[in-house]
């Protein structure tokens, strides 16, 4: 089993439309919990950074972080084409050495 | 401009030839990271570095090499032992301190024929 598991997508939607990204983790010691967005051939851009449990909320992005069920998510909200792109997941327990990324779900929104 | 460059973007090389990947910042972070992306396997590790004249294997270092003599930078080398470099490479940093997250470059494209 993975640490990090991540939907591959795609995922359509039209623009405006609000948008829910997902990863699963297994590990209970993971405490900082980041989101990702890569557009194609380019480097992982850093959107949300989350320490703990909790929402954190940054213009039309909310990321979730439920602890309990190991599970966090991104939002996006009045969603548009230039959000195209592959969001990637990733988390850590605290080591600096060690981050586990999800394999990204690829985002298509539709003029 | 505060930020993580690398260079060259696009590099093509011969089978067999080394070749040096640039990874320069600005950021004053202490730690330093190389990763190899593929498509449909994710991020992985190859070499960290947490201070200068120090760095440890990841979890591909085979075929790799690096230094860290500099906090700014950190040079990867994709020497004839990998046996497919053919892949987009990123260096990341970390400012520890100021918490546990890595920024990325804008990556390197390998291509090796």
């Known amino acids: 089993q993975k640490e990090v598991e991540q939907d591959p997508g795609p995922l359509s939607v039209p623009e405006g439309a609000i948008v829910s990204l997902n990863c699963t983790y297994s590990?209970?010691?993971?405490?900082?919990f980041m989101w990702y967005r890569q557009y194609s051939r380019k480097g992982p851009e850093l959107l949300m950074y989350t320490y703990s449990s909790g929402n954190k909320e940054d213009g039309r992005f909310t990321a979730q972080v439920d602890k309990s069920s190991k599970y966090i998510s991104l939002f996006i909200r009045d969603s548009q084409p230039s959000d195209s792109a592959t969001y990637l997941c990733?988390?850590?327990?605290?080591?600096?050495?060690?981050?586990?990324f999800g394999s990204g779900t690829k985002l298509n929104v539709k003029p | 401009d505060g930020g993580i460059t690398q260079s060259p973007k696009y590099l093509f090389r011969k089978e067999g030839q080394n070749v040096t990947l640039s990874c320069e910042q600005n950021?004053?972070?202490?730690?330093m990271y190389w990763y190899r992306q593929d498509p449909g396997q994710g991020l992985r590790l190859i070499y960290y570095?947490?201070?200068?004249?120090?760095?440890q294997k990841g979890d591909i270092a085979e075929g790799y090499s690096v230094s860290r003599e500099k906090k700014e930078s950190f040079p990867l080398t994709v020497t004839s032992a990998q046996k497919n470099p053919t892949a987009f490479y990123l260096c990341?940093?970390?400012?520890?301190?100021?918490?546990?997250?890595?920024?990325f470059g804008e990556g390197s494209w390998l291509t090796v024929v």
């Open positions: 570095s947490q201070i200068v004249n120090d760095f």
């Open positions: 950021l004053n972070h202490d730690a």
């Open positions: 990341a940093s970390n400012p520890l301190l100021a918490g546990n997250t890595i920024y």
């Open positions: 590990n209970s010691a993971f405490q900082y």
């Open positions: 990733a988390m850590s327990a605290g080591n600096f050495n060690k981050f586990y």
